[in-house]
């Protein structure tokens, strides 16, 4: 297989979820470090703390060209009474420039639905940050042969009109494979990007056809470069081996061969 978007420039982005206290930093700076060193090869990479650590860790890599700092959600208000909820156009001022939207752990812990989302979506637009929208199915849509219904409903729910390759990346994150260690076939993810990219460009034209979709789910070095080749796969969404940077580091160097 071989990737069929090669004008589109790669992004690998860590989510740490809710895991990280101060220490955790080091491994932030690590990765830091690394891409300062001139190992830059074409990949955009970010790191999406949790809000406790977001102000500290962009102000320690404000001049890092080399490593963006994303949030992992917002609120679609600007500002208002909402207890423990946090803004886009906070994460903005803390040195964001991306959040992560309708994570699948949010829909399930928090019964997030896509015109949530959606809205999620347009409030990153607004406070000028890029939402990563997450969509994927779980283990029984799967089963029930009901993939690609699925992703077409979130992404036809979640993305907002009008979006550009600018302001939207979406993230494919099947939820059987989060944390468990499991990856869809090569082909199966082959299909599902593929269904994705079809949608976008339907819906979106050059725009959709240049968006970055990133795939998530249980990436980690010893399957980053095989999953990275596939068509449409323009990056990775990575959890738990985002939190130690020299695996977190050897699947962004899956992209330099
Ligand atoms: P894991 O890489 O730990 O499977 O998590 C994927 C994920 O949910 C990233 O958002």
Same mark, same amino acid.
């Given at each position: 297989?071989?990737?069929?978007?090669?004008?589109?420039?790669?992004?690998?982005?860590?989510?740490?979820?809710?895991? &990280?206290?101060?220490?955790?930093?080091? *491994?932030? =700076?690590?990765?830091?470090?690394?891409?300062?060193?001139?190992?830059?090869? &074409?990949?955009?990479?970010?790191?999406?703390?949790?809000?406790? =650590?977001?102000?500290?860790?962009?102000?320690?890599?404000?001049?890092?060209?080399?490593?963006?700092?994303?949030?992992?959600?917002?609120?679609?208000?600007?500002?208002?009474?909402? +207890?423990? #909820?946090?803004?886009? *156009?906070?994460?903005? @001022? !803390?040195?964001?420039?991306?959040?992560?939207? &309708?994570?699948?752990? /949010?829909?399930?812990?928090?019964? *997030?639905?896509?015109?949530?989302? /959606? #809205?999620?979506?347009?409030?990153? /637009?607004?406070?000028?940050?890029?939402?990563?929208?997450?969509?994927?199915? +779980?283990?029984?849509?799967?089963?029930?042969?009901?993939?690609?219904?699925?992703? /077409?409903?979130?992404?036809?729910?979640?993305?907002? @009109?009008?979006?550009?390759?600018?302001?939207?990346?979406?993230?494919?994150?099947?939820?059987? !494979?989060?944390?468990?260690?499991?990856?869809?076939?090569?082909?199966?993810?082959?299909?599902?990007?593929?269904?994705?990219?079809?949608?976008?460009? +339907?819906? %979106?034209?050059?725009?959709?056809?240049?968006?970055?979709?990133?795939?998530?789910?249980?990436?980690?070095? #010893?399957?980053?470069?095989?999953?990275?080749?596939?068509?449409?796969?323009? &990056?990775?969404?990575?959890?738990?081996?985002?939190?130690?940077?020299? #695996? %977190?580091?050897?699947?962004?160097?899956?992209?330099?061969?």
């Amino acid at each position: 297989m071989t990737d069929q978007s090669p004008a589109i420039r790669p992004l690998v982005a860590g989510n740490w979820k809710m895991n &990280g206290l101060k220490a955790a930093l080091d *491994e932030a =700076l690590a990765v830091r470090d690394a891409l300062a060193g001139g190992t830059d090869n &074409g990949t955009d990479v970010m790191i999406c703390p949790p809000a406790s =650590l977001l102000m500290v860790l962009a102000e320690l890599t404000r001049d890092s060209a080399g490593l963006q700092i994303g949030g992992q959600d917002c609120h679609t208000a600007a500002s208002g009474a909402h +207890t423990g #909820d946090v803004s886009a *156009e906070m994460l903005k @001022d !803390a040195g964001a420039s991306a959040v992560i939207v &309708g994570h699948s752990e /949010r829909r399930a812990d928090h019964g *997030e639905l896509d015109r949530l989302v /959606r #809205d999620k979506a347009l409030a990153a /637009r607004r406070a000028g940050l890029t939402a990563i929208v997450c969509i994927g199915e +779980t283990a029984g849509q799967r089963a029930a042969g009901l993939t690609l219904d699925v992703v /077409r409903r979130q992404l036809l729910g979640s993305v907002p @009109d009008g979006a550009t390759a600018a302001d939207t990346v979406i993230a494919y994150e099947p939820v059987w !494979a989060i944390g468990t260690g499991l990856t869809p076939t090569l082909e199966d993810v082959a299909s599902v990007h593929g269904a994705i990219r079809e949608a976008l460009a +339907t819906r %979106f034209g050059g725009e959709g056809a240049s968006m970055r979709i990133l795939y998530g789910g249980s990436v980690k070095p #010893d399957n980053a470069r095989e999953l990275m080749a596939v068509a449409n796969v323009d &990056g990775a969404l990575v959890g738990g081996a985002s939190l130690k940077a020299d #695996d %977190f580091l050897r699947i962004i160097q899956a992209y330099g061969a």
